[in-house]
């Protein structure tokens, strides 16, 4: 992308006359302003929101909190929210927690309105009683990714229907003949990612299909946490056809352990994650996953946020829904074990006549 | 970990009580003090630094400027310089200059001495006269990673020999007997990287091992561009047996593009990095890379700018040299193809005897 600094470059000018005519502002002789704006054309440049702040002395900045800078998801969020911060030329700054509340606290504490206008909130182990001190204090939060639609926080936030995600992940093996699936949950059953795993349960269940307490590891979210989880499930089931985690980063830990004691993936087992983050993308063989609307929620944290800034939005804790998870098919899922074997028995006869 | 406000619920009384206790501050009941300290004790509570600054009611800050937070690297690097900045009771807050001047010029003017008290910043585009303003206006700055320890920047700075990455991990290749070696180079000759390049050539050139300019592309600092380079290396130069990239996520890439042709790794291909990242652990097969001393440098990089904050920092525009890079074999090298096929041939041979 072509910089202020280079159009000034090109034009033998300062950045401040650049702006100035881009602006319409200051005196610029007719001969430097034409020079510029060949400078301009030469190099398609189009003046961005955050050059024109720049430009003003002024700028405006959202923070987002995140509790674990490490997980990939949230540089992926990060980078979504950054960008419509930047629509309306606001910069973003991102803290991490370290899944720490007296960081998250400290935080809030030292940056919500003095800093950043607004704050951001990924809600892993968030204590509600400072975010609302944060409120009252009279810096909009919005909550990112509340997980449970069916029931408000209290306090302005994205949604997103994680259960319907779990329900996705569970439908989709059921219907490549799975009826042996253990389960990675990320966390506990009383964490962020719960209702992932109460959308799968309750769709096995609808179906009628066996899920005993035996066949749940609860972990870490990350690939190491989903590669132990999944060697425990896979030595005590061996006869499981396929794991579901609640996130990608442990589906590709049991993708790794399924590999590592010889298994096939798909054909032996089958593996599916929640997210979609870059990994499942760019992981042999592609994850199977149900893929979170990421960038849409971004979008809809920082809109919601800034409107509350603006004093916009509407009500008193404000909760929008983002679009609903979908299921994304890769090669780490393919037809149950058994199923499989059968069929090729029966090709195998058929060779033999 | 235990935090100061679960000390607090379990006494039964607020954090600031706790706090007081714990700093022998402020007018505490000695039932109440026992209670806190039972508390404290049952919980194995450490009160840490940003606790304190927390209840004294002063954040220092630390900015660390990034150029592409979606870089798993950074994050890393984040990780460490974070931890680091605890050490001092310090925060650190992460802003992403997405490969723009404009941006991190922005960052640094409305960041630098209002919320942070010093800058770590990454050396990807970076315009050194933009650095020498924020110094001028009194706020100290570190460059992280500076790639010539040979040439010092004029700025204060923690340098890494890359070129010595690149010197091993070309070695690494010619002691597996590789002599047709293609490279993959993110970003351009005159980019951050090319260090490690250099270190590269200079070591096959000592070795008399031919590296014609056909046989290293120039790409993006990512798993896709390593991916696309790769093709284009493999389709065009068969006879390749290993393939060195100057970053982790275009070596993946690597593996990727030959994985998808039916190559096997090693036994076909070799493939090397530079960097050890996370992924560079948990991709199947294991990564071989140059490990940056990741930890060391940011660690080194906070620590040179508290000195400066503080007065402390010797001479002008101090640079230290992090620990040298170390080789990481996993098990995407292996003996060029040639040899093992002589090898398995001649076994063959006296299997047959």
Redesign the interface.
């Known amino acids: ?1 072509t ?3 280079e159009v000034a470059q090109r034009a033998g000018v300062t950045p401040a006359t650049v702006s100035n005519v881009l602006r319409q502002r200051g005196k610029v002789g007719a001969a430097t302003r034409e020079r510029v704006l060949e400078a301009v054309a030469a190099l398609d440049y189009r003046p ?1 929101l ?2 024109r ?2 430009a003003e ?1 002024s ?1 405006p ?1 959202l ?1 987002l909190m995140v509790s674990s ?2 997980n ?1 998801f ?3 969020f ?2 979504a929210a ?1 960008r419509a911060a930047r629509r309306s030329g606001r ?6 927690t ?1 899944e ?4 998250l ?3 809030l ?3 919500a309105g ?2 950043s206008e607004g704050m951001l909130v990924m809600n892993a182990k968030v ?1 509600f009683e400072v975010l609302r001190k944060t409120q009252a204090r009279g810096t909009p939060v919005v909550l990112c990714l509340w997980e449970r639609p069916e029931t408000p926080p209290g306090i302005p936030c994205i949604a997103v229907d994680f259960a319907a995600a779990g329900a996705l992940a569970a439908h989709h093996l059921l219907e490549l003949g799975h009826r042996r699936i253990g389960a990675i949950l990320a966390g506990g059953l009383d964490g962020v990612q719960a209702p992932r795993y109460e959308g799968f349960c309750a769709t096995l269940k609808l179906e009628n299909v066996a899920h005993p307490d035996s066949e749940v590891r609860f972990t870490t979210d990350s ?2 946490g989903g590669y132990q989880a999944a060697v425990q499930l896979l030595d005590e089931h061996p006869d499981l056809t396929a794991i579901f985690a609640t996130n990608d980063l442990p589906a ?2 049991a ?2 352990a399924a ?2 004691r010889g298994l096939r993936i798909p054909e032996d087992i089958s593996v599916i994650g929640i997210t979609d983050i ?2 499942a993308r ?1 992981s ?1 063989p592609g994850l199977s996953t149900v893929a979170v609307p990421t960038e849409a929620a971004a979008t809809l944290a920082v809109e919601l946020l800034e409107a509350l800034i603006d004093g916009k939005a509407g009500g008193n804790a404000p909760m929008q829904i983002a679009p609903v998870p979908v299921l994304v098919v890769r090669a780490s899922t393919g037809p149950a074990r058994r199923k499989k074997r059968r069929r090729q028995t029966a090709e195998r006869s058929r060779g033999k006549r």
């Open positions: 992308m910089t202020l600094m961005h955050t050059a702040a720049l002395g700028t900045t923070a800078i490490a990939p949230y540089p992926e990060a980078l950054e910069f973003l700054i991102v803290c991490n370290n720490d509340p007296v960081m606290r400290a935080y504490d030292q940056i003095t800093l204590d690939v190491q590709l830990g993708m790794h590999a590592d870059q990994l760019e042999r």
